[in-house]
Structures are given as structure tokens and as C-alpha cells.
């Protein structure tokens, strides 16, 4: 238990956040590089305000037609996706470890309000794991890779709140905790986590083709 | 260190002495105040640590129920006081000397701008480190910040 805590909070977090850091910076790296090969247009094409433009309307909760299309998943991905970020980064016992370590601090989130939203992350991932099995164009597209993410996102929060709820055998969940958020800090550059960091691009590049080329919305 | 007689389920004794410290007069106030602590010393062994300088605000984790003798018992520290009461002078620890007499946050929390973090982080590191060379005692958040 005590080697495990010390290695866990040591140096396996140590590799995950090097990881993490010079995992996204190549991969950026190697991302320009194949789009200079591959498609130069793409750079002739960017437009910073119809990007902005087409980030904006996506950034918007019922800002494309696809989201009105389909409400119930736009309510649960915003929810999904503004608890995912806030929580690990504002809770309490997580700012406290930033103070221990590096003796920075910041805005921590009320305990209530962190564990609605750790409920949120949950149950979202309980609706999207219901939606690739059970929609029909969603399973097409669906592979292993897909359930292990899901798994690896959901790990850290249902861990999380079992710790923080001390339910039974919690000292040890506190360390798979531990070890759950450092796997997914390793996963982010090399899956499809990495949309965090490309989604600004992607929307980006779309929203110029169709607004400076196809003078068409996108959204 | 600062503690106060308290168990967990109890803390709501904090908030009524800080009630009765703005509408009673003090003589009285730490009459009665000897009378709750005398009542719960007696019933338990379980300190508060709340520093008193510390809020209990709602981001923060339950306080902790330190049971100071059991654990000096367990921990073999009875005639070592200074193994946590230390004493620092210029950065230096000072061997013989111990500080059971004054808070933590006299130290702890003496910057231009004291926060709380700062003296949570104390005894995080304080209570941790020793467990953790020990191979002995809790170390992860809910084995000390108990709910109530």
C-alpha cells in the first residue's frame, strides 16, 4: 500500500504529465507535418474569422442544426464536457495536491456542486456507452478502441467519487484513482482524447472552406 | 499544534461558540466553554484539528479526529515532543527545543498574506511524510478526513 501510494504519486505521475506534455507537442508536430505534406490547401484556406465564426456557432448549445437535430445529446455532451474539465481541475482535493507540489493555488469548487458534476460525468458515460450499442448508425462506426475510452474516462470519476464518498475498501480505490487520471493523461495524446487540443483546427478548417470557399454555413 | 475538544459529529459546538463569543460576556463564555471541553475530554480521546484559524468552509474535506495520546502511544513518541512540535529558528531546526505551547498557525500562518492553504499543506506534508517513512498510518484523503 505504501510503496504503491509513493510510486503511483511519484514517479508513474511524473511520466504521465511528461507524457501527456511531450505526447501533445509531437503529435502536433507530426499533425503539421502530414497536413504540409498531404494537403498544403489547407493552409491557403484557413481564415481566422470564419473560424471564429464557425467555433462560436459549435461552442454554442443549439448552435448547429445538427444539435437541434438531436437535443438530447447536445444537453448531455455540454454538460459532459464542461463537468469533465472543471472538476479535475477545481476540486478541492485536487488543488490542494497543486499547493503541496508546486506551491500554486487557485478558485476551488464548492463540494456539492463537484460531486453533481462528477455525477454528470458518470452518467454521461452510461448514455454514451447506451448510445453506441443501442443506435444503429453509431455501432457501424463503433470499434473496441471506442469502449476502452469511454472506460478510461469514466474510470477517474467513478473512482473519484467512491473515494470522496469513503465507500467501503476506499484507501485502495484511492490509489486506482490515482493511477486511472494518470492513464488518462497518457491516453490523451495518442487517442482520440486528443480532439481537446484539435477540435479549434478541425472546426476551424471547416468553418474556412465553407464559409471563404463554399459560402455555405457549416454549422 | 491547535486543536480543540471535539468530536466530529459535534462540530456543530464550533459554530455555537462562535455564536456565543459575539452575545455573551467572556468571563462567562469561558466558564462554559470549560464546562463543554471538560464534558467531551472525559467521553473521548478524539482532538479536532481546525486550527481554529482554519473556516470550515464547503470546499473543504470533514476536519480530522486526531486521537493525540493513542497515537503517541502507537507512534512510540511519548518523551518526543518536538517530533511534530518542532521548532525552526532562521530555517534551522532546533533539536532541543519544542512548541507545544503555541498554535501551528503562529508559524504557519504568519505570511503578509496568510491563506488557509498554507497551513492544510503543513499538515498534509507533516502527518504524510512520517506515515509514509514509517510504512504506518493512513495517507490518503478520506483515512483522516473522516465523514461524519
Known amino acids: 500500500m505504501y510503496s504503491h501510494y509513493e510510486f503511483v504519486t511519484g514517479p508513474f505521475a511524473w511520466m504521465a504529465f511528461l507524457i501527456f506534455i511531450f505526447g501533445s507537442i509531437y503529435r502536433f508536430y507530426s499533425l503539421y507535418k502530414l497536413a504540409r505534406k498531404k494537403d498544403g490547401a489547407v493552409f491557403e484556406y484557413m481564415d481566422l474569422k470564419f473560424a471564429l465564426r464557425s467555433i462560436g456557432h459549435w461552442l454554442t448549445p443549439f448552435g448547429s442544426r445538427s444539435m437541434k437535430l438531436n437535443p438530447s445529446m447536445t444537453v448531455v455532451t455540454f454538460l459532459f464536457h464542461i463537468s469533465l474539465f472543471l472538476v479535475p481541475i477545481f476540486v478541492f482535493g485536487h488543488v490542494v495536491l497543486w499547493k503541496e507540489n508546486f506551491d500554486i493555488s487557485w478558485f476551488t469548487l464548492p463540494n456539492i456542486v463537484a460531486d453533481i458534476m462528477t455525477l454528470i460525468v458518470i452518467c454521461s458515460c452510461a448514455f454514451f456507452l447506451w448510445r453506441r450499442i443501442k443506435l444503429p448508425e453509431v455501432r457501424y462506426l463503433t470499434t473496441v478502441g471506442d469502449y476502452v475510452i ?23 480505490i484511492t490509489i486506482i484513482h490515482i493511477i486511472s487520471g494518470e492513464i488518462m493523461l497518457i491516453a490523451i495524446p495518442f487517442t482520440k482524447l486528443f480532439h481537446m487540443f484539435t477540435f479549434p483546427f478541425t472546426r476551424g478548417y471547416i468553418g474556412s472552406e465553407f464559409g471563404g470557399i463554399r459560402m455555405a454555413k457549416d454549422w | 499544534m491547535n486543536y480543540s475538544s471535539a468530536k466530529p459529529k459535534k462540530l456543530f459546538l464550533n459554530c455555537i461558540i462562535s ?130
Open chain 1, 150 to 172: 469511454l472506460l478510461i474516462v469514466a474510470a477517474p470519476f467513478i473512482t473519484g467519487f467512491w473515494a470522496y464518498h469513503q465507500f467501503p475498501g476506499f484507501a485502495a
Open chain 2, 19 to 148: 455564536a456565543m463569543k459575539s452575545i455573551v460576556p467572556k468571563g462567562i463564555f469561558l466558564t462554559s466553554l470549560f464546562l463543554i471541553i471538560s464534558g467531551t475530554a472525559f467521553s473521548n480521546d478524539c482532538y479536532t484539528i481546525n486550527g481554529e484559524s482554519l473556516e470550515d468552509n464547503t470546499n473543504t474535506r470533514p476536519f480530522v479526529c486526531f486521537p493525540h495520546d493513542e497515537h503517541n502511544e502507537n507512534a512510540g513518541l511519548d518523551d518526543n515532543c518536538a517530533r511534530c512540535h518542532h521548532v525552526y529558528t532562521d530555517g534551522q531546526l532546533m533539536p532541543d527545543e519544542s512548541s507545544e505551547d503555541s498554535s501551528c498557525s503562529e508559524c504557519h500562518m504568519s505570511q503578509e498574506k496568510p491563506n488557509d492553504l498554507d497551513l492544510i499543506v503543513r499538515y498534509h506534508k507533516l502527518c504524510r511524510s512520517c506515515h509514509l517513512e514509517e510504512k504506518k498510518g493512513p495517507i490518503t484523503c478520506g483515512e483522516c478526513h473522516k465523514k461524519p
